[in-house]
T-cell receptor, first 115, second 113 residues
Framework: NAGVTQTPKFQVLKTGQSMTLQCAQD?????MSWYRQDPGMGLRLIHY???????DQGEVPNGYNVSRSTTEDFPLRLLSAAPSQTSVYFC??????????????FGPGTRLTVT | AQSVAQPEDQVNVAEGNPLTVKCTYS??????LFWYVQYPNRGLQFLLK??????LVKGSYGFEAEFNKSQTSFHLKKPSALVSDSALYFC???????????FGTGTRLLVSP
């Protein structure tokens, strides 16, 4: 069981470039989410998904797109990178079925710098 | 809307002393409450949760937390701190009617030898 995996670990982009942060989980979790972590602001929810084909916006969705074509994968796309998107990005997943207690499992993070 | 407050940016404690990291929450219904720990350059690790039942919940690494409904608090505690407990701690809440988890801003715990 690899848990939640994220690639890449580090990335430097120039303003205006686009890229996709990858996230995968092998626990058959329905719920997946993306957070960004900035100093003094904790974790803020960007987008989340309650199952394949279903996504919704979180607290800070602007500038990001997501899709969920399979249960396992939940990529986050930066459409046109801006310095304000410099952050550490975490993907998380949880089981939400009957009897589940909903703790989220986190990936190791992607540190993104936009210059 | 759900919200979580961690009123202390940093907590300092000497090794061997008890520690408390504070958390208060606001939800419209009955909450699911969680504590996570983050070590440097790592993802968040789940410590413990309150879902229902006993107000005192025990978790990993000797940590426990007390759910207090009247004070809407869920403080994290440990009877005897270790230097290795030094890390960033996050409280989180989920309204039972919703999927989303809302995190506090985090409290840095520093345990001195």
């Amino acid at each position: 069981n690899a848990g939640v995996t994220q690639t890449p670990k580090f990335q430097v982009l120039k303003t205006g470039q686009s890229m996709t942060l990858q996230c995968a989980q092998d626990m058959n979790h329905e719920y997946m989410s993306w957070y960004r972590q900035d100093p003094g602001m904790g974790l803020r929810l960007i987008h989340y998904s309650v199952g394949a084909g279903i996504t919704d916006q979180g607290e800070v969705p602007n500038g990001y797109n997501v899709s969920r074509s399979t249960t396992e994968d939940f990529p986050l796309r930066l459409l046109s990178a801006a310095p304000s998107q410099t952050s550490v990005y975490f993907c998380a997943s949880s089981y939400t079925g009957t009897g589940g207690t909903y703790e989220q499992y986190f990936g190791p993070g992607t540190r993104l710098t936009v210059t | 809307a759900q919200s979580v407050a961690q009123p202390e940016d940093q907590v300092n404690v000497a090794e061997g002393n008890p520690l408390t990291v504070k958390c208060t929450y606001s939800v419209s219904g009955n909450p699911y409450l969680f504590w996570y720990v983050q070590y440097p350059n790592r993802g968040l690790q789940f410590l413990l949760k309150y879902i229902t039942g006993d107000n005192l919940v025990k978790g990993s690494y000797g940590f426990e937390a007390e759910f207090n409904k009247s004070q809407t608090s869920f403080h994290l505690k440990k009877p005897s701190a270790l230097v290795s407990d030094s890390a960033l701690y996050f409280c989180a809440v989920r309204d039972r009617g919703f999927q989303k988890l809302v995190f506090g801003t985090g409290t840095r715990l520093l345990v001195s030898p």
